[in-house]
C-alpha cells in the first residue's frame, strides 16, 4: 500500500487530479509481492510500470495467478496489431531479461543460440551462458530469437541483480522510457514531465490549445493536462507530436480522395465472407476477414485470434493490400439493401428502419463479436452477443437467442428528493434538432435536442467493432420545481422472465456459472455469483468499501463464451456504482451499473440537488467505456 500511496500522492502534486490507473499484485513463486500497473505481456516476459519506472519480469518466475492475470490483460489490450504477432528480425540491440534456475535475472542482448549454450552482449561484452542452466522462459526466449546476428563470444560472469525488500520480487534493470533514436511515433508512450521535475507516462492524443490530453495504460485511461505545467521539453515534445498528428490526418485526407480512383480486384459477393492474406507495408503476412474500413484504416479480424477486431492505418498495408481493402469497402456498399423502408424523425423520435431485422433503430453495427443498434427513441443502446461461427467458417456467427443488454442515457428527477423511499422518473425527450439519418456505418453518433422540462440535451454514443463508449450532458435553467440529474447506466438482462414458474433445479443449468465481477477502489476484486440472492449479496458487500467500483466484469452462461468488461474512463470526480436497482430476488434478472459523476450521485440523496454543480455533464475524458471479448482470455 506504501507504494500506492507514494504513486497516487506525487501524481496529485504534478496535475492535482487522480488518474484512473489500474494498479495489479504481482507475486513471484517465493510468494513475494509487489504492486504494479500492466503494460504489456509478450508471452515470454510481463512489463510492469513500477514507481514510475518502466520494469521486465520473466513470466516463468511468476505464480500461476500472476501468469493468468497477464495473460488475462495481455488479452484485453485493444491496441494491439495483429503484424506485430509476427516477431520480426531482432535487433541486436534489444535487451531481453534472462533467467537462470535460480530466478536470478540479467538484462542482456541477444546474439545466437545453440542447443548447448546461448550467447547474449551484456555490458559490451560477449558471454555464453549454458542453456541446461536457464530457465524454460529464457530457453523459449532463445529458440524465439534465434534467428539474430551472430557475434564470437568471449564469456565473463555476470552479475545479478537483488530485490529492493524481501517482500518483492527481483528487481530487473531498468528500461529508458523515452526513445533514444529521436525519431517521433504517435503511437508510443512518453515520459511527460512537470516544470517540478515529476514525470508520468501517456500516449499522446492531441494538443488542443493549452491542453494537452493523454492515453494512459493501453487506453484504459485519458487524462488532460495544461501544457503551463509541463518542463520546456515535453512542452517541445506536445507541439512536434501535434504537428505530426496533423500531417497524419493530411496525409489521411489526400489517401481518402486517393481511394476513389484506386484501381482494384475484382470479387464476389464471396469474398465478403471470406479470410483474405493481407500484407503489411514491411512484408509480414496474416489471414485474415474484412470487417470495416473508414478514413483511417481497415479493421481485419484474424483467422487464428476470430474473437477481437483490429484496426489497421492504411499505411501500414502494401499496396495490394490497400487495393483489397477498398475492393471489399466498394463491394459491400454496393450490395447494401436499396431504399430499405424508413420512418422519419418526428418530436421525440429519430429516424429509423420501419422493416426487417433493424426495424425501430436508428444506427447499426453489425460486428463479429456483438451487434449493435441505438433505438430510435435516442436514449438506449441494445447490444446483442454473437455466437462464434463454425469450424471452417467465417466466424461471423449467428446472433445468440439471449435478451440484450442495454445502456441507458438517464436524466432523472424526485417527486420527494433526499427522503428515503424517494420517487423518481425520467426526463422523456420530446424534440430532436439536426437529427441524424439512419446508417449502418457510423462510429460516432451526437444527439441533441429537447426534454420536457425545456432542458436541452447532447448525447454521443461511439460504437465500432473495438468497443463502445457513451458520454454526454444536460443544460437546463437554474429556475426549476425539480432539478435534474443525469447518469449513464448499463442493464445485464432478466434472463429468465418465467422465473416464478420455474424451480431451482431448472434455474440452474440456465444461469451456470454466471458472475458479475467489481474491482472497488477500495477493495479487492469480488465475485458476485448470479445463483446467490441480492438480499444475501447486499449484507455482504456492504458499506463504501465496496462501490464506488472502478470497473466490472460479466460473464459465465448467460452470455456465452464472452466477457463483458466496463469501466470508466477516469475514476477522478466520478461515482461508478453497482447494484440490483429494481431488478428481483436474484442477479440474473437484472443488473444495474451507474457511471455518473460524484455531484449527481450526492444530488440524488440530497433535499437540494441544486446546490451540486457537476450534476448534469458526463464529458469525453470521463465517459463510460464497454468492451466485449469472445473468448475469456
Not at 457 to 480: A, M, P, T
Request: glycine fraction near 6%; charge should be positive; proline fraction near 7%.
Amino acid at each position: 500500500m506504501k507504494v500506492i500511496y507514494i504513486f497516487i500522492f506525487s501524481s496529485f502534486l504534478l496535475f492535482q487530479f487522480l488518474s484512473a490507473e489500474a494498479q495489479h499484485s504481482w507475486t513471484d513463486l517465493q510468494g513475494r509481492t509487489l504492486q504494479a500497473s500492466f503494460i504489456k505481456s509478450d508471452g515470454v516476459t510481463l512489463t510492469i510500470k513500477w514507481n514510475g519506472k518502466i520494469v521486465p519480469i520473466p513470466l516463468a518466475t511468476l505464480s500461476p495467478q500472476s501468469q493468468a492475470l497477464a495473460k488475462q490483460l495481455s488479452a484485453e489490450s485493444s491496441s494491439a496489431n495483429p503484424f506485430d504477432s509476427i516477431a520480426p528480425t531482432p535487433s541486436p540491440d534489444t535487451i531481453h531479461p534472462w533467467t537462470d534456475n535460480q530466478g536470478r535475472t540479467l538484462q542482456a542482448s541477444f546474439v545466437k543460440a545453440n542447443a548447448i549454450s546461448v550467447t547474449v552482449k551484456w555490458q559490451g561484452k560477449i558471454v555464453d551462458l549454458p542453456r541446461a542452466n536457464l530457465s524454460p522462459a529464457s530457453q523459449a526466449l532463445a529458440t524465439k530469437l534465434s534467428s539474430s546476428v551472430v557475434v564470437s563470444p568471449s564469456p565473463p560472469n555476470p552479475s545479478k541483480t537483488e530485490p529492493e525488500q524481501s517482500t518483492e520480487s527481483p528487481k530487473p534493470e531498468i528500461i529508458s522510457e523515452n526513445p533514444s533514436n529521436g525519431i517521433l511515433s504517435l503511437e508510443k508512450e512518453y515520459s511527460w514531465k512537470s516544470t517540478s521535475g515529476t514525470s508520468l507516462m501517456g500516449k499522446f492524443i492531441s494538443l488542443e490549445g493549452e491542453t494537452l490530453s493523454l492515453s494512459m495504460f493501453n487506453g484504459r485511461s485519458e487524462q488532460t493536462i495544461p501544457i503551463v505545467r509541463l518542463s520546456n521539453d515535453s512542452k517541445k515534445l506536445a507541439n512536434d507530436l501535434q504537428a505530426l498528428l496533423v500531417k497524419k490526418l493530411k496525409a489521411q485526407k489526400e489517401f481518402a480522395n486517393k481511394r476513389k480512383s484506386m484501381k482494384v480486384p475484382s470479387l464476389t459477393e464471396a469474398d465478403l465472407t471470406k479470410y483474405h492474406t493481407w500484407v503489411s507495408s514491411e512484408g509480414n503476412k496474416i489471414e485474415a476477414l474484412y470487417m470495416a474500413a473508414s478514413d483511417n484504416g481497415v479493421t481485419l479480424l484474424m483467422k487464428n485470434n476470430p474473437n477481437r477486431p483490429y484496426e489497421l492505418s492504411w499505411d501500414r498495408l502494401d499496396p495490394e493490400s490497400q487495393a483489397l481493402g477498398e475492393g471489399i469497402r466498394r463491394l459491400k456498399e454496393k450490395l447494401m439493401p436499396k431504399n430499405p423502408a424508413i420512418i422519419p424523425s418526428s418530436g421525440g423520435n429519430l429516424a429509423r428502419y420501419g422493416n426487417g431485422k433493424w426495424k425501430g433503430y436508428n444506427t447499426v453495427l453489425e460486428s463479429a463479436v456483438y451487434d449493435v443498434a441505438i433505438h430510435g427513441n435516442g436514449h438506449v443502446v441494445h447490444i446483442w452477443l454473437k455466437n462464434p461461427g463454425g469450424e471452417g467458417e467465417s466466424a461471423l456467427g449467428e446472433r445468440a437467442k439471449r435478451v440484450p443488454l442495454s445502456v441507458n442515457f438517464r436524466p432523472t428527477y424526485y417527486l420527494n428528493p433526499g427522503e428515503r423511499n424517494r420517487q423518481w422518473k425520467h426526463r422523456k425527450i420530446v424534440s430532436f434538432s439536426n437529427p441524424p439519418e439512419v446508417s449502418t456505418e457510423r462510429e460516432e453518433t451526437t444527439l441533441r435536442g429537447t426534454l420536457d422540462n425545456g432542458a436541452t440535451f447532447e448525447y454521443v454514443i461511439q460504437i465500432n467493432h473495438r468497443g463502445l463508449s457513451f458520454w454526454g450532458e444536460v443544460d437546463e435553467d437554474k429556475d426549476q420545481e425539480h432539478h435534474t440529474v443525469f447518469s449513464i447506466a448499463l442493464y445485464s438482462p432478466n434472463f429468465i422472465p418465467d422465473v416464478a414458474n420455474k424451480t431451482m433445479a431448472e434455474i440452474e443449468p440456465l444461469v451456470g456459472d454466471g458472475c458479475l465481477y467489481i474491482d472497488p477502489i477500495e477493495s479487492k476484486r469480488a465475485k458476485i455469483p448470479m445463483l446467490d440472492k441480492w438480499n444475501d449479496i447486499l449484507t455482504k458487500f456492504t458499506g463504501k468499501s465496496w462501490n464506488p467500483i472502478k470497473s466490472a466484469e460479466l460473464m459465465g452462461l448467460p452470455f456465452g463464451s464472452h466477457k463483458i468488461k466496463i469501466t470508466p474512463t477516469s475514476t477522478s470526480g466520478m461515482a461508478f456504482h453497482w447494484g440490483k436497482g429494481y431488478s428481483g430476488v436474484f442477479p440474473f434478472q437484472g443488473i444495474h451499473l451507474v457511471h455518473r459523476t460524484q455531484d449527481s450521485y450526492d444530488a440524488a440523496r440530497s433535499k437540494t440537488p441544486e446546490d451540486y454543480k457537476k450534476r448534469l455533464e458526463i464529458p469525453k475524458s470521463k465517459r463510460l467505456n464497454v468492451n466485449i471479448i469472445r473468448g475469456r482470455g
